[in-house]
DNA sequence: TTAGTACTGAAAACGGTTTTCATTTGCCCG
DNA sequence: CGGGCAAATGAAAACCGTTTTCAGTACTAA
């Protein structure tokens, strides 16, 4: 993986060339220190209450796929019409569980799907190239804060 | 489960009464007969090729969160921005492998997840509710036919 | 400096989904 | 046999995250 310094010349024809341009850097700043996923409005809104000329909601975007092209960050889908993102080693990935009550959420340390592979390309003769796994429910905490009586969510 | 028919008098204040309406009917036929997912769109156009005043649009909308509340029907997102739906035994659920090539799918016959929830309980002190998982690749046919020039998607 | 290309931002477009609201439907009960 | 009501319905508008457009800017190479 070659990550380079913006404005080199590329011949790529994409919305953008795959090179950190300075809004992507910044980009790259916000999720470096946040351990929490982040949507594109989330980390929009950061840079706006830290940078003198913050970069447009549009250039987020932009700089997010550059990102996600890299393995920089990977974009988790947890089907609420809303992607997240976070930093993770390049080329890796992991998943969550994610706390349906208090939101947050841990990764996991290992990917249960790779495991599968073998698998599921043995049994099914289907090469696995991707997938979507996020697991929900209630982390410790809520689960003793629901305890008591049986309300809330 | 308690599926009844429409119009008996209920209390819930939802925003629709997890009854089999006539549209919700309407639906589930179409679901009944289809192998693939399809989405609410894919649904719509279906009544409107058959019946004669078919539901419109939002009544689909409608109907599919009736029917995935009452366990008939399950939701599937693929991070696409289009949710799909199929039926499912009451309260049952699986998980697909989809091919990105022909865009077909196949049912998984076992959950991988729910296998693997005791040791997640046991290991996070998370109370697994739900998940998300779908595994994305390429088909067998699929694969034969990129095979001779590494061309295509 | 100049030319060329990538980057950027504002606004508009997009597309699936949800909401609004007025109308219709069908059951209950007098 | 209606009248009354709550639920269901549809058309249109609102929503909302994301993408596209397009004109202006910034950077790099030469």
Chains 1, 2 share one sequence.
Do not use: W
């Amino acid at each position: 993986m070659n990550v380079q310094s913006s404005h080199g010349h590329s011949h790529s024809k994409g919305p953008q060339s795959l090179r950190l341009t300075k809004g992507a850097k910044k980009v790259l700043e916000v999720l470096e220190r946040t351990d929490e996923l982040s949507s594109a409005q989330d980390i929009h809104s950061a840079l706006r209450n830290e940078e003198d000329s913050p970069p447009g909601l549009t250039t987020v975007y932009r700089s997010l796929e550059s990102l996600v092209q890299l393995g920089l960050v990977q974009s988790v889908d947890f089907g609420d019409g809303e992607r997240r993102y976070e930093m993770v080693k390049p080329g890796e990935h992991h998943h969550h569980l994610v706390c349906e009550k208090c939101r947050n959420s841990v990764h996991l340390d290992q990917c249960l799907v790779q495991q599968l592979e073998e698998s599921i390309q043995a049994k099914y003769k289907f090469e696995v190239r991707g997938h979507i796994l996020e697991i929900f429910g209630l982390c410790e905490q809520c689960q003793q804060a629901m305890a008591p009586a049986g309300k809330n969510q």
